[in-house]
């Protein structure tokens, strides 16, 4: 038989569970909303201008789509002006990596003599803009009578569009009438012809890029000059350092952060350079002086366009350039500097 003490019974009280705390990102939401409302429409553009073409261009490639087998049906009119449309028994198709086998293995094209070029056509452009910059942004930095004018004047050949620089050159460079035979006959050599053999028809390319792409590199690494102080210079001075020396010690680690970044967008258009190969050489001989660009827009423009071939062109100018940015950036990464 139980016994009542007569003591009341207070039942324990749970304490409340916990509520999880909001993610960082709606953290981030909800406290900088307005960035977000004016980033959106951007992010809107790009997606509908660059991410869903980015996207469809990587389904093309792994597709055998042409300019013959594009429409998936074939219609046809009938007498009463009415269409008939059956189903196109060639459509195009998934067919895998098979476009990137064929490109890679110089079953379809020559990928291997296009990316050669590239490579040489690249690095030649780069060091010489690069090199060629850096000397004219080191005079326009000292103080000479007419620097202003000399800063115009060298600035002009980046204002010039690019087509019309590549016809330019493309004129002076002409076997015939061109100024580059005129000078080397007035001095007594022999007519060239430029465009006749691989290496000289390259040359000329690289030439009228170099001309079109080295103001680019004067005016930011003169911007890089100006930011270094000048009390470096003269505390390297007075510690006895040579010009050479300070160049050395003083210039190029004061350049470095602005030097990154040009070499690194240097490279990234020089590569994908598409206007002074296809103007200046037109891939001549027979071409052999195609980059990997010019030789996308030929499969993508030229004869029967094999669309699925120039995507995958594409993409594989995308893999190679996003592989460069990303070792580019763990080289700079390890040496210290911030990017």
């Not at 020396?245 to 990154?260: D, K, W, Y």
């Amino acid at each position: 038989m139980a016994i009542d003490s007569g003591t009341p019974v207070v039942a324990t009280a749970q304490p409340p569970t916990p509520s999880r705390p909001p993610g960082r990102m709606r953290r981030t939401a909800s406290r900088h909303w307005y960035a977000w409302a004016m980033v959106l429409p951007v992010v809107i553009v790009l997606g509908v201008l660059v991410l869903y073409p980015l996207a469809r261009g990587v389904y093309i490639s792994f597709t055998n789509l042409n300019e013959s087998n594009q429409r998936a049906e074939i219609c046809t009119k009938t007498l009463g002006g009415g269409e008939v449309c059956k189903p196109n028994p060639k459509a195009a198709e998934f067919t895998g990596l098979q476009n990137y086998v064929d490109i890679i293995s110089g079953e379809k094209g020559d990928f291997w003599l296009q990316f050669g070029n590239t490579i040489i056509w690249t690095a030649g452009c780069v060091v010489f803009h690069y090199g060629l910059g850096l000397g004219l942004a080191v005079l326009l930095n000292r103080r000479i009578r007419g620097r202003g004018l000399y800063r115009v004047l060298l600035i002009v050949p980046w204002a010039v569009p690019a087509f019309v620089a590549a016809f330019a050159w493309k004129f002076i460079f002409n076997e015939r009438n061109g100024l580059a035979n005129v000078l080397l006959t007035s001095l007594g050599f022999d007519r060239v012809e430029w465009f006749a053999e691989r290496w000289s028809s390259l040359f000329t390319a690289i030439v009228a890029n170099i001309w079109i792409g080295v103001p680019f590199m004067m005016v930011a690494l003169l911007g890089g000059l100006q930011s270094i102080s000048e009390d470096l210079y003269e505390a390297a001075e007075m510690d006895g350092a040579s010009a050479w020396q300070r160049f050395v010690n003083v210039t190029l680690p004061g350049l470095r952060p602005v030097s990154a970044t040009v070499i690194l967008l240097g490279t990234i258009w020089t590569f994908n350079m598409f206007p002074i190969i296809f103007l200046v050489t037109e891939g001549q001989p027979a071409g052999q002086t195609e980059i990997l660009v010019t030789g996308s827009f030929r499969y993508a423009f030229e004869g029967i366009r094999q669309y699925a071939l120039a995507s995958a062109y594409g993409i594989i100018i995308l893999s190679m350039l996003l592989v460069f940015a990303v070792a580019y950036r763990k080289m700079l990464s390890r040496q210290g500097e911030v990017w």
